[in-house]
């Protein structure tokens, strides 16, 4: 009896190994009951041979009703329920799945890289565009597809494709919104009228109201520094005042000529941040304050100032109706005494992976995210977004922004990520020496002359002419 | 001289079992076992030595031999590296002494103290072996919050209030918090053996001590202790090589911050791969895996000596 069952179950077992290994079904067929539908453009020319090796690639042709799962891998701050919203709708329209894959920020650019230089990268990746981080971070000519012909390549705001282009092609769609202003503080009207208090235009000022603020109970300033990117904002974004101090900076740093270690803006800049930290201006938590807090904190009342986007008092608002948007101010980052506006075309970019098997899925994906239509539902659907970098859409420019963008007209300039070369692919380097700094263990001249040193590294890896 | 004496019925028996312990396997046994063994590791890690005197990287396609440069860097005083072996050397050495220090209390304490529901107590203690770091750190990153976190939490509503950290993000705590939460993990596991190695020590020896009027401190210094050096043996040798290896907790956990006060070699292995600097990232990993080899080479032996002794 028990050889009968003993056989039973090895019979079952191996049954099932073979069927365990059996090859899954290749396809799908459509359903027919309903008519294969395309995602537009519907006069897109299909590819129906290979490009020539010296053109670029042709449009892609939709793709019709298919089982075909797309992975998007991206740092967790870089996707709202718009985007999940807007997936969901590209896959009713096409049966095509968006797997979105989100990865913590502090983690994200390890994680992609990795996955880059081991060939495992998911169909579409997410990166921060700028020429020297698809060179070096992302080595997009080797991992991207050229997207140069694609419909909405040739719409897309110029200042933003010259970002995700190289050597004349585009590798990047950057879905958006880089043109409202870049990171500024962003502050509480009640309580600065509460204490009469101020914008600042120095750093001494803004010394004074934190101090004022503090001592009336009120943090100053909510700085999330556990996520590992936010706060190194305070120093890259201030390109605009280390150009006004030293006309050129940037040209000399990109040819090697000047160090970041013997500017004393950048010195001053530093050691003014460690200031406000050391001073306990950041509040006692900083180093654990999470970056997705921030719309609770800031709606809180508790805390009177934070670094954001110009969009950050409409997005508090959708989390929050009882705070209104009108409720926020904006100046700049007042460190050295800066007074100009920060601006960055560069910005979380979509990227297709060379190795992807579902190349032309992807690129019908990005068209179908560039139709008017959609880029409209983005933009009045996400509180980050107030526009996007493409024309035809209307923005959400409020009274306060428009004021706030019309007074820096004339006063404004490129962040240093953007401007010099070899910094924002060491974004994360950055933020764990400035950790260091805040810590202790490093003092800011150390953290200037880290830069230098990765600096050096990166453009000796890729045999940059100015460093050999 | 010994003289065995055999019952006949079972000479035969006896016969078969002297074959098969005197018994020599031809070599080509092993043939296969050691092709794969030498293809899928000693040949990469030979490949890994040789790529770690070169400029292999990401940017380019082409390698070039540089000597001893990738070493250098890591030896070099202002480059950092210094502190992350640091790191891993004292993660190593204090998660040794304390996972084996607790697990060997547990398990004397269920072995020869606590009788009464003691499987249940091995299982609960054995039970986070079997999370998975990933989830584990994840829980432990929460519950260490300073701010929110339950064990500040905990301590404030109960007025201990002067006890309350910030566990992970105080340079000064970090790593005592991190070895906390490997420690919380992995002594189920060290228990676990050094039980089974209790329970194989018999009980006579303990019994025989009793009568000739040793204490239990004397029992535990001069029987339990030299019977179980071998296993103790063992499981030091796991902990080093899981020490120095040591990643997926400090990832998680703090990502080797506040600042690089948790880095350690193999987070900034993985740092440099993710950089594309290969040659570099195969440096330090040549490093650790000599490293490793040494030391559990040494550790074997001085045990081993011990026991001889």
Known sequence: MKKIIYATCAFLLVALLIAGCAAPATTVPAPTSAPPTTVPPTNAPAPTQPPAPTQPPAPTQAPTKQNITLTYMASQDWIFDADQALGKKFEEKTGIHIDFQIVPSDQYFNVLKTKLNSGEAPDIFGGQSGVTDLKLQYDVEKNAVDLSAEPWAKQEDPLVTAQSTVNGKLYGLTYWDTLSGGWV??????????????????????????????????????????????????????????????????????????KFADNPTMLTVLTQLKELYTLGFMGKNALSDAYADRDKIMASGKVAMTVMGTAFPQEVEQAYPDV?????????????????????????????????????????????????????????????????????????????????????KDKRGTVYQTAVNYVNPQWMDIGKDLVAMFTGTLDPSGVLKNIDQRRADMAKTAKDPNWQ | ?????????????????????????????????????????????????????????????????????????????????????????????????????????????????????????????????????????????????????????????????????????????????????????????????????????????????????????????????????????????????????????????????????????????????????????????????????????????VMNRDIEG
């Open chain 1, 185 to 258: 503080i962003n502050y509480n009207k009640a309580i600065f009228k509460k204490y009469n208090l101020s914008v600042p235009t120095t750093y001494a000022e803004f010394k004074a109201l934190c101090q004022k603020l503090l001592g009336n109970g009120i943090q100053p300033l909510y700085e999330p520094i556990s996520d590992g990117w936010h706060h190194v904002l305070w120093f890259p974004e201030l390109g605009p005042r280390y150009e006004q101090v030293t006309p050129g900076l940037a040209d000399q740093l990109n040819a090697n000529k000047a």
């Open chain 1, 324 to 408: 209104k948007a009108d409720s926020f101010g904006f100046f700049v980052m007042p460190l050295a005494d800066n007074q100009l506006l920060n601006l960055n075309p560069a910005g979380p970019t979509k990227f297709i992976y060379s190795g992807s098997k579902h190349i032309a899925e992807v690129k019908a994906y990005f068209n179908f995210l560039t139709q008017p239509e959609n880029m409209q539902y983005y933009i009045d659907n996400n509180p980050r977004a107030l526009t996007l970098p493409f024309p035809g859409v209307k923005s959400k420019f409020t009274p306060e922004l428009q004021a706030f963008m019309d007074a820096h």
């Open chain 2, 1 to 301: 001289m010994n003289i065995i004496y055999i019952n006949p019925a079972n000479l035969t028996t006896f016969i078969q079992q002297l074959i098969m312990r005197n018994k020599v396997y031809p070599f080509y046994f092993v043939i296969g076992a050691l092709v794969l063994y030498l293809l899928f590791f000693v040949v990469p890690s030979l490949m890994g030595f040789f790529y770690a005197f070169t400029n292999w990287n990401s940017y380019s396609s082409d390698v070039n031999f540089v000597g001893l440069e990738n070493f250098e860097l890591i030896f070099s005083a202002g480059q950092g590296y210094l502190h992350y072996i640091a790191n891993t050397i004292v993660f190593t050495v204090v998660t040794i002494i304390v996972k084996t220090v607790i697990a060997l209390a547990l398990a004397v304490l269920l072995t020869r103290g606590v009788r009464r529901l003691a499987p249940l107590y091995r299982m609960i203690i054995y039970l986070p072996a079997v999370l998975p770091m990933l989830a584990v750190s994840l829980i432990f990153r929460s519950i260490l919050n300073p701010a929110t976190g339950l064990l500040n939490t905990g301590l404030h509503t109960i007025g201990l209030d002067f006890l309350a950290q910030k566990w992970l993000v105080d340079p000064s705590w970090a790593m005592p918090s991190v070895i906390g939460v490997d420690t919380w993990k992995g002594v189920g596991y060290l228990m676990v053996i050094m039980i089974a190695g209790i329970e194989a020590i018999p009980s006579e020896y303990f019994e025989a001590a009793a009568i000739d009027g040793a204490n239990s401190w004397k029992s535990f210094r001069h029987i339990m202790l030299p019977q179980l050096t071998p296993v103790l043996a063992v499981t030091t040798v796991l902990n080093l090589l899981y020490g120095l290896k040591v990643f997926d907790i400090i990832f998680v956990l703090t990502n080797g911050g506040p600042g690089h006060a948790t880095d350690t070699v193999y987070t900034i292995i993985f740092d440099e791969f993710s950089k594309g600097r290969y040659g570099v990232a195969t440096a330090l990993s040549s490093l650790l895996f000599l490293a490793m080899i040494g030391l559990g080479y040494l550790v074997i032996r």
